[in-house]
């Protein structure tokens, strides 16, 4: 069950000023990325379907074959919008797989669309409630794990207190930071990343921008 939030900071829109000026003051150790890449680009995704599904999609594949399979998903459909959860219901397993998903996104996708027709995901609730919340109720869809929740929390609904501790780069990234002999684990991650909160979901854009600008392992 859900229940309202009543700490403001857990459900609000990141204010990427707000955390740039933070996280200066917090880390001196993020000031070079801040100078460099200025203000973190994070813009709320719409339609929190499409978002999940396209995550689904892209999972263990390269962007270039995801991209592929991702348009030609979209060319199933007539018309010029992202489909509804009742339009991919409605397709035939058969022309889903003819896109070039595998029978297990398949399945994942129909779960998914499941779920949001039949109410079980309510996009008009993200608002209202926390971020584990919504983790234990995104889990629930097979397909959905920890981290594809966390890059939905960042990149779709721009929560600003998210810390994805199963990310790769996020750990590559702290680790070159801090100088660190190895990847640091989720404790460290949490120690490490403490005096950036509330704004640890800006932070780790910024280590992101770390692994674009050095080559490494």
């Excluded at 993200?126 to 983790?135: G, H, V, Y």
């Excluded at 994805?164 to 120690?191: F, H, I, N, S, Y």
């Amino acid at each position: 069950m859900w229940a309202k939030n009543t700490n403001a900071i857990t459900a609000a829109r990141l204010d990427v000023e707000v955390a740039m000026r933070h996280l200066r003051r917090a880390d001196p150790r993020l000031r070079p990325l801040i100078e460099r890449h200025g203000l973190p680009r994070l813009q709320r995704t719409r339609n929190s379907f499409q978002s999940l599904a396209r995550s689904i999609i892209y999972q263990q594949l390269s962007g270039k074959a995801a991209a592929t399979i991702y348009r030609r998903f979209l060319e199933l459909f007539p018309t010029h919008r992202f489909p509804t959860p009742a339009a991919v219901r409605s397709m035939p397993v058969a022309r889903l797989r003819s896109a070039g998903l595998s029978g297990q996104k398949t399945t994942y996708l129909l779960a998914l669309a499941q779920k949001y027709q039949q109410g079980a995901i309510r996009p008009r609730r993200f608002n209202q409630m926390s971020a584990a919340e919504i983790t234990e109720m995104l889990t629930q869809v097979k397909g959905i794990g920890p981290w594809t929740v966390d890059m939905f929390l960042i990149f779709a609904l721009n929560r600003p207190d998210v810390l994805p501790v199963g990310d790769l780069g996020v750990r590559k990234g702290m680790q070159r930071m801090c100088a660190l002999a190895a990847l640091p684990d989720a404790e460290t991650m949490r120690r490490v990343a403490a005096p950036w909160r509330p704004f640890r979901s800006a932070a780790s854009w910024y280590l992101w921008r770390m692994l674009d600008e050095q080559p490494g392992p």
